[in-house]
Structure formats: C-alpha cells, structure tokens
C-alpha cells in the first residue's frame, strides 16, 4: 500500500531537500528523479543520511530528459528530509518525486550487467509508483 508521498523541484542548485513522513511495516522507498541534464547527473540521494541505491536510468540525450530511480528498503520511520544531489548546475531543471510503501516483500539481486543493483519487489509498489510518476508529468 502506499505510505506517503512527496514532491520538490529546483533549478540551478546542488542539492535539493524534501520533507516526507515515513510510516508502517515493511517498508520501501523510491525516488524518482527527472530531469534535463546537460552533462549533470545525480550523485547521491539520502533519506535520513542513510544512501539510497540506484535502481536504473534512462536517458534520451536527444530529447534533454533523464529519469533515475533510487531505492531504499525499510527507510527510519518519522518525519525526515529526502536530499537529492546533482554532480554540477548544468541541467535544466529537475523534479523530484517520493514515495513509500508499506507490506511489501522485497528480495535483492544483482544484476550481471548493467551499473544498478536489481530489485524484485514482489507487490505492485514499483509499478504504481512509474504510474504516478507519468502522471505527473502530463
């Protein structure tokens, strides 16, 4: 089910921090982050100050759009701030989007290509995350 959402957006800035309330039992997080990147990614995202991992990216350097997903499993319950850190200023613009679930099995794997840990999310969590997501974009 889902826990809580939460939004932020910036422009020219190296980090970006949103607030969110984490709640319930097994928990999970994602992050969301799109953005127009000229030669600027995500070096980091922290929830709490412990580090998310990198779930996979997709960039269309031809349309100036990158969107990453980061993960955490069982953030700290409580309210904490989410903070999203670029590797320069260059982009144009980034939203950021948050959001938790609870009740959710999760197993980890690693993937043998690729440069992001895989993981199975054995509920609907990830895809109705990518959902709300595409929502908010239109």
């Given at each position: 089910?889902?826990?809580?959402t939460s939004t932020?957006?910036?422009?020219?800035?190296?980090?970006?921090?949103?607030?969110?309330?984490?709640?319930?039992?097994?928990?999970?997080?994602?992050?969301?982050?799109?953005?127009d990147p000229h030669g600027s990614t995500v070096s980091s995202v922290t929830y709490n100050g412990v580090n998310l991992s990198l779930v996979g990216f997709e960039e269309n350097a031809g349309d100036h759009s990158r969107v990453e997903i980061w993960s955490l499993v069982a953030p700290d319950t409580?309210?904490?701030?989410?903070?999203?850190?670029?590797?320069?200023?260059?982009?144009?613009?980034?939203?950021?989007?948050?959001?938790?679930?609870?009740?959710?099995?999760?197993?980890?794997?690693?993937?043998?290509?690729g440069s992001a840990t895989g993981l199975g999310i054995r509920s609907l969590a990830s895809a109705r995350f990518l959902e709300l997501i595409s929502l908010n974009q239109t």
């Open positions: 089910a889902v826990d809580a932020g957006s910036m422009n020219g800035q190296l980090s970006l921090t949103i607030s969110h309330t984490t709640s319930g039992t097994d928990r999970l997080m994602l992050v969301g982050v799109a953005t409580g309210t904490n701030n989410v903070v999203v850190t670029m590797t320069g200023t260059h982009y144009k613009g980034m939203v950021a989007g948050v959001m938790t679930f609870t009740g959710v099995a999760i197993t980890i794997k690693s993937k043998t290509s």
